[in-house]
């Protein structure tokens, strides 16, 4: 093989479509035909983001009043909706992405045991590959805290909650950082009639440096709207299944539980390929070390995604497998502008972010400025219940440095249009001397 790429999700089927510029000689290693697509189309990001649509749907329904007609109050039921999802959208994306590689000539092969046996050679089952160059994209798997393990009945994790039997009426999510706060939106809109979310540090999103303040604030404060009860600075000290409690270090015995969700992040899954064992060089938390090229100490040997120490996300883990591969066979050192990288957390409000943010300009000794936007006088954030406000960093002459966006549902979309005009060179002035349609949403970049 001229390449063989070990892990099928957004890192492994980036690198195989960009390998095939190349070359034919391409192979896929993963589990099973089932794990195509990675965590993000099986496990993560698709799904999750199904059922907040869904979330988000009910909601506006709730609001129907004011289009004329009687609001309605919807039951959502949580299995079918975990059905939409697997039928609707993710098996049909996974069985697309197959065909197309294998129409193109890629080939793959399946196991659960997947290993190298020297650098040049990869056991995966009871056959041997032989390779030019490996592309390691194994992506993560769900960690766990304070000896707590999923058993798939009592205790879940963002893995195998999809195989949760009916909506827990009553529940403790443990972690308050991207996915808690996403579930717990989610099953506050799904049925669930008390939500616990636990986490030890002082405010939701610990993780997410580049969010201010105020943005976090206007999270935490919509979400006990929503009936939520948040715990900070506390965590889980003890969990009994038998009698359904959960202890907190705080004191508080949560009695008569239905299920706890660990949201706790992910580790990287590098532990059974035998990596050490050709030389590869692993980071304390297990991460593959790579240079600028994305190439590990093994020089035929690559790496990309949640198994080296980057951003965690599919699109990342996408672009950094596309930067690889020219780097493979073009023999250049490409390496992603992570500054340029956008972030988005999907709860009650969509929050992305790229760039700098405030805590990182203020400790980097970068003087800036600040551009405060909001949808309250734009007609058609209005018209549609939209809501939400924008905050643009920039240097006192305008260029951009970063931003946060939160809102209901025009996050993704307002974020990326200040990426786009970041890379482009166009400062905040810029954006003010473009004719926005009207009226829209994205007109509230013109002020």
């Known amino acids: 093989m001229d390449l063989v790429i070990i892990g099928c999700g957004s890192g492994g089927i980036s690198a195989a479509k960009e390998a095939l510029k190349y070359t034919k000689n391409i192979l896929c290693v993963d589990r099973s035909p089932e794990w195509i697509g990675g965590v993000c189309l099986n496990r993560g990001c698709v799904p999750t983001k199904h ?5 988000y749907l009910y909601d506006r329904l709730t609001l129907s009043g ?7 109050s919807p ?24 065909k197309f590689l294998r129409s193109k000539g890629v080939k793959f092969l ?3 045991e997947v290993e190298f046996l020297n650098p040049s050679t990869l056991r995966v089952g009871s056959k041997t590959v032989t390779s030019k160059y490996f592309l390691v994209a194994t992506g993560s798997s769900p960690s766990s805290v304070g000896g707590i393990s999923p058993d798939g009945e009592f205790i879940f994790d963002t893995d195998n909650f999809w195989e949760i039997n009916k909506t827990p009426k009553k529940v403790v999510i443990v972690g308050g950082g991207v996915s808690g706060v996403e579930f717990a939106y989610i099953l506050s809109r799904y049925g669930a009639k008390e939500i616990h979310l636990i986490e030890v540090g002082k405010t939701l999103l610990p993780t997410v440096e580049n969010l201010s303040a105020d943005i976090v604030r206007r999270l935490e404060r919509t979400l006990k709207g929503l009936r939520i009860k948040l ?7 003890d969990i009994d299944k038998n009698s359904q409690r959960v202890k907190l270090t705080s004191g508080e015995l949560l009695e008569e539980v239905d299920a ?56 990342v883990a996408s672009h950094e497998a596309k930067l690889a591969v020219r780097n493979i066979f073009e023999k250049t050192s490409k390496r992603l502008d992570y500054t340029l990288v956008p972030s988005v957390v999907y709860s009650v409000y969509e929050i992305g972010s790229f760039g700098l943010g405030e ?3 203020k400790a980097q000794g970068v003087e800036y400025k600040i551009s405060n936007l909001t949808f309250k006088a734009v007609a058609k954030a209005l018209s549609e219940g939209e809501e939400g406000l924008i905050k643009v ?55």
Do not use: C, M
């Not at 059922?51 to 979330?55: P, V």
């Not at 004011?66 to 309605?72: C, E, K, S």
């Not at 715990?231 to 000290?237: F, G, I, L, Y």
């Open 51 to 55: 059922l907040r649509e869904g979330a």
């Open 66 to 72: 004011i289009y004329g007609f009687p609001p309605l």
């Open 110 to 112: 399946f196991s659960q």
């Open 359 to 361: 805590k990182q300009l």
């Open 393 to 447: 960093f920039h240097t006192p002459e305008g260029r951009i440095l970063g931003a946060n966006v939160l809102s209901k549902k025009r996050s993704d979309s307002i974020l990326h249009l200040l990426i786009l005009a970041k890379k482009g060179g166009l400062d905040v002035n810029g954006l003010r001397e473009i004719v926005w349609a009207h009226p829209t949403i994205e007109e509230i970049l013109e002020s």
């Open 231 to 237: 715990h900070t600075k506390t965590a889980v000290e």
């Open 75 to 98: 039951l959502l039921n949580l299995q079918s909706a975990i059905e939409g999802a697997q039928t609707k959208v993710i098996k049909p994306i996974r069985e697309g992405i197959y």
């Open 260 to 315: 706890v969700i660990l949201t706790v992040g992910r580790k990287p899954n590098t532990h059974s390929l035998g990596l050490e064992r050709i030389g590869v060089s692993l980071t304390q938390r297990g991460h593959i070390e790579v240079n600028e090229k994305y190439q590990t100490s093994v020089e035929n040997v690559y790496a990309v995604g949640d198994v080296i120490d980057t951003p965690a996300f599919a699109h």
